[in-house]
């Protein structure tokens, strides 16, 4: 019992510990949904090309697990808003629970999604969290608010006087993923790549710029050491922010919320408002 007791205090002593770290995380994460602004160039290949473009990108939300709840993800759709995006796109895990009683979560959420959809052309396509939580009753409740779900399928927008090529790909890292190339119609659009996983952008070479989310940047950082795991194949280089090669230029958004841990360290919750320019 000696020996006991003092374990049970450090037992006590680290779970108060967390539980302050969780509420100080939430606090500040409400304080604290950051705005990344960020400008990048891709090629241009007509004079009409829809450049500058400016797009907002949302991953990750994770609406109800730790510090993201509906009215959090409310105020960050205002903010969405405010900044008159040429278009919206969600990159997937609009949830965090893989249990069968999200149906009160799913019908909200999309219904907050169709609103912003009313304010510039929006698009989504789902991460592994809806694969494991009803991939089709995502998809349908998606279709029925009139929101544009894409899964391994191309869409094309005008904006202004120039077409927008969007293709949504599946999630790889829970294996919905199927190559679709672009149709000749979008030979000469701007081009933007949908998908959760970033290791999806790695499975061919791509045209125009893929938008990815999934990794949270980490979520927990380390000085010096930064990410301790990211769930990921994809390089470790291409796992938060941006990053280009010969064969693709993407950008991974570090996200919304949380999972696992209702906390950030290192990692701030943020939505993107990406300026696509002309290189």
Request: proline share 5%; with cysteine; glycine share 8%.
């Amino acid at each position: 019992m000696q020996r006991t007791w003092p374990l049970m205090r450090i037992g006590l002593v680290g779970l108060a510990v967390v539980l302050a770290g969780a509420l100080a995380a939430r606090l500040w994460f409400e304080l604290q949904v950051a705005i990344h602004r960020v400008d990048i160039p891709i090629a241009a290949t007509n004079s009409v090309n829809g450049l500058p473009l400016r797009v907002a990108v949302l991953g990750d939300l994770h609406v109800g697990h730790g510090i993201t709840d509906l009215e959090v993800l409310r105020r960050v759709l205002h903010a969405v808003v405010a900044e008159h995006p040429d278009l919206i796109l969600f990159v997937g895990d609009y949830t965090a629970d893989i249990r069968e009683g999200i149906e009160h979560l799913r019908q909200p959420i999309v219904s907050m999604i169709k609103q912003v959809s009313l304010h510039a052309p929006t698009y989504a396509v789902l991460g592994n969290y809806e694969t494991q939580t009803g991939r089709q009753e995502w998809l349908d409740a998606f279709r029925r608010a009139g929101v544009v779900a894409l899964e391994n399928a191309v869409t094309t927008v005008m904006v202004g006087d120039a077409q927008i090529c969007v293709r949504g790909l599946g999630d790889y890292y829970t294996g919905r993923l199927r190559w679709v190339d672009w149709p000749e119609a979008c030979s000469t659009s701007v081009k933007i790549t949908l998908t959760h996983d970033p290791a999806g952008a790695f499975v061919r070479a791509s045209d125009g710029i893929v938008f990815a989310g999934h990794t949270h940047c980490g979520q927990v950082r380390l000085p010096f050491v930064g990410a301790l795991w990211v769930p990921t194949s994809a390089p470790r280089a291409a796992t938060c922010g941006l990053y280009q090669d010969a064969d693709r230029t993407l950008y991974v958004t570090s996200g919304v919320g949380t999972s696992v841990l209702p906390l950030r360290l290192g990692a701030p919750s943020a939505w993107d408002m990406v300026t696509l320019k002309q290189r």
